[in-house]
């Protein structure tokens, strides 16, 4: 009989081990074992029992077959991960230069280290007239709590076990009795939590237009003829692109297959999950980071099981172990989001790609301002593009105003809201309608200066400036570094040291000031804290016990409240004056979302946009709700630059304990890299220089970008770069790979 021998992951806790090691498979598991499976074997000089993860099975010893040591087992009680998980995370590792481990840790569903929830029956084993005359026994011998248990099993045949320990107070030792004597079975059954709390009657199916119409018909067409694809669904705010999610899934359900549903924000998962709920009813779950550890593992048991046909969640929701993905549908696919900013840097889009490849599924991506990633894809027909260009309702887009805050000032206004907006919500509180306030910043103010010197407060272990927040603290959010606010300034000693008030508490309290009896929520960082606090909030603002709603960049992303009128957004244009190539792309889809959440129902909306930059391109074709007026721009400008998606580019991190070191490092790195390219023409390298954040938590950080037009020939120079970093890395320095960054590092 031949040899066969495993490559196995040790330990995924382990992040140093990012490298499989072989192992003998004994001839006792011969046969039994797959890729996945989850093993014990000797690890180290002590051969202490590591679990580990089977990622790969052959013939072939890569190593000294007398000192080869054996599996010693399978691990019972763990998951099986897949094949096609382990070769999602291979993918993962090879395209986004994190170790396996870490690519390992991001696929895996949750860990089954957490307590399964059993229920627990007694049922009897006797006739009715033998359980009486054991009771008439235990009254005579005065056991009181034997026959109150007996009296109960007289009229029932089967009762919950933490009833009978609870209610009744009968100990688990008389219980035991009873069953010795073959009065009684004890039974038990593992229950799965369900964190979907709904209560939501089936609604009739709604007629869909026949731009929508079209779109389901011929995805499913494809399906069905085997040609799976990837879909863009453009469509405007309120064209009802969630009603053709809900009927695709719907389609690919009946097939037999399940579908994943990921939506941006949790913030979105309430209102999502109602409308999926009332076509899925309880077969369909949700997986975000709100649900415990228990709860996390009862939905991925529950999809592997064949429980639950539809997920939804944010990115991670990805890797859901459903045994037969037919579609992924990735909401609002221009989030950024959807990209992880912690190693693996994977981004959804991309990913979902590689799943639906190996399961052989379909991807629809929908937005109203879509990614220029997914735009210059569809129109290259690397993508089918799909456009939604009315809203259901048959009303218009809403009026937009662009309010110049530079002329309010010169006209004496020093109010935080224009005139033209004061009037606007004067008119909707009086008529009872509902309205958004938009405002892009956290906590009560922003940054805190001295505006006699020009100081400002800084974080003492990162190079950002610290917020004030309610109470006079002003903290790093960071580090999380909080100091009491100082009476003077550090510097000058001025007593003239204030924070720029412009956050959503200051913005509540002046519409408080401005409109006495205006009923007020507040949507952000601060509010939402809780579990279930998201899920509130809405809930109250969409059933009209508040007029307006003031928050962050959470409440424009794709929440459907037909009462509001009127949208304002604040300073909408401070995102312009980041410096990132993105910045005008992220502020034109900002404004869009934001003005479409007015008249979305059958009253006519209007919005307002206030801004230092009314003559900006993102601004006025945001106003104008005018997306290939804007792609055409904005693409201009990404081709002559050489930016995504017209080219692809690397970052390259470097984090080290000592600043020298780090510039060293990172110089060095850089120099490879130029070295790695075969054609040094076809590349180009920006930086190095210090990060955005310079420092965080002591750690310096460094950074430059390599440009490509091909993707390839930039996973190259990381594998390069990989086989280098061992030799010169020491003890709190580390590299991390970006490919397209969403963010200036």
């Known amino acids: 009989m031949r040899e066969l021998y495993a490559d196995i992951i040790i330990d995924i806790s382990h992040e140093k081990l990012d490298r499989p090691f072989q192992y003998r498979v004994p001839e006792t598991l011969a046969g039994k074992l797959e890729t996945g499976m989850c093993v014990a074997v000797p690890f180290g000089a ?43 995370a291979a993918w993962i590792r090879k395209n986004y230069g994190s170790t396996m481990i870490q690519a390992l840790k991001t696929v895996l569903p949750a860990r089954q280290t957490v307590k399964k929830l059993e229920r627990r029956t007694i049922r009897r084993l006797m006739g009715r007239e033998e359980i009486l005359s054991l009771l008439g026994e235990s009254r005579r011998k005065k056991q009181a709590a034997k026959g109150r248990l007996l009296e109960e099993m007289a009229d029932q045949e ?20 009873l069953e010795r004597a073959g009065v009684l079975r004890m039974e038990s059954s593992l229950s799965f939590r369900n964190p979907v709390k709904v209560e939501a009657s089936r609604e ?23 040609q799976v694809g990837t879909y863009l669904l453009h469509g405007i705010t309120g064209s009802g692109k969630t009603e053709v999610y809900i009927r695709l899934v719907q389609g690919i ?42 709860e996390k593992y009862d939905q991925c048991e529950r999809a592997r099981k064949g429980e639950i046909d539809v997920i939804i969640g944010p990115r991670s929701a990805l890797f859901t172990p459903f045994p037969d993905i037919g579609l992924i549908v990735i909401d609002e696919e221009h989030e950024g989001s959807y990209k992880s900013e912690s190693s693996p840097k994977y981004h959804a889009r991309e990913v979902a790609r ?64 224009s005139r033209r907006f004061q009037g606007l919500l004067a008119e909707r509180l009086e008529r009872g309608e509902q309205a958004i306030l938009f405002l892009n910043r956290r906590g009560y ?110 409440i424009v992303k794709g929440h459907d409240f037909p009462g ?30 934001a003005v479409g959440r007015a008249g979305r129902g059958e009253l006519a909306g209007e919005a307002v946009i206030q801004t230092y930059q009314p003559e900006h391109y993102a601004v006025t ?76 938590n002591d750690i310096f950080r460094f950074v430059f970008y390599v440009k490509s037009k091909e993707y390839d020939t930039l996973i190259g120079i990381k594998d390069f770069l990989e086989e280098k970093i061992p030799s010169w890395q020491l003890s709190g320095e580390s590299v991390q790979f970006d490919f397209d960054p969403m963010n200036t590092l």
């Open 253 to 294: 359900v009946e097939r037999g297959r399940q579908a994943v549903v990921l939506i941006p924000e949790i913030a979105l998962t309430y209102q999502t999950l109602l409308r999926f709920y009332r076509c899925f009813g309880d077969r369909v779950s949700v997986l975000n980071s709100t649900l415990s550890a228990g």
């Open 158 to 177: 089967t009762i919950p076990y933490e009833w009978v320990t609870g209610k009744l107070g009968v100990s688990a030792q008389t219980v035991n009795s």
């Open 46 to 88: 002590g051969n202490r029992l590591r679990k580990g993860y089977i990622v790969g099975l052959g013939d072939v010893c890569k190593f000294d077959p007398a000192r080869m040591k054996e599996i010693a087992g399978t691990v019972r009680g763990e998951s099986v991960v897949e094949e096609r998980q382990i070769a999602l």
């Open 445 to 554: 103010a922003g940054f805190v200066s001295c505006r006699a010197c020009g100081h400002v407060m800084k974080c003492p272990h990162c190079d950002v400036s610290l917020s004030e927040h309610r109470g006079g603290r002003l903290l790093c959010h960071y580090c999380g570094y909080s100091q009491p606010k100082p009476p003077h300034c550090p510097e000058c000693g001025s007593p003239y040291i204030s924070g720029f008030k412009a956050g959503t508490q200051q913005i509540e309290e002046k519409l408080k000031e401005m409109y006495p009896g205006v009923r007020t929520l507040r949507m952000d960082g601060d509010t939402t804290r809780t579990k279930g606090s998201y899920e509130q909030i809405l809930a109250t603002f969409g059933n009209r016990e508040a007029d307006v709603l003031i928050g962050t960049q959470m």
């Open 621 to 696: 074709y945001a106003a104008a709700q005018d997306y290939p007026g804007f792609y055409g721009e904005e693409i201009l400008f990404r081709e002559l630059m050489g930016y995504p998606p017209a080219s692809h580019m690397m970052a390259v991190q470097v984090f080290a304990r000592d600043e020298t070191r780090g510039a060293g490092l990172a110089s060095h790195l850089a120099k490879l890299a130029g070295d790695a390219a075969t054609d040094t023409l076809s590349i180009q390298i920006l930086g190095p220089a210090p990060g955005s954040i310079g420092r965080v």
């Open 204 to 226: 009739k199916e709604k007629t869909l237009s026949q731009a929508q119409g079209q779109v389901v018909e011929e995805v499913l067409a494809d399906y069905d003829q085997g």
């Open 564 to 593: 509001v009128t009127l949208v304002g957004v604040l300073a909408a244009d401070l995102s312009l004056g980041v410096g990132d190539y993105r910045a005008s792309e992220r502020t034109f889809q900002l404004l869009t979302q």
């Open 354 to 417: 590689e799943v639906a490849r190996l399961h052989g599924a379909s991807v629809v991506l929908g937005s109203a301002t879509p990614s220029l990633e997914a735009y210059y894809r569809a129109r290259k027909g690397e993508y089918r593009l799909y456009t939604l260009g009315e809203r259901l309702t048959g009303g218009s887009l809403p009026k937009v105003y662009i309010e110049d805050l530079r002329k309010e000032l010169q006209e004496g206004n020093r109010s935080i809201f």
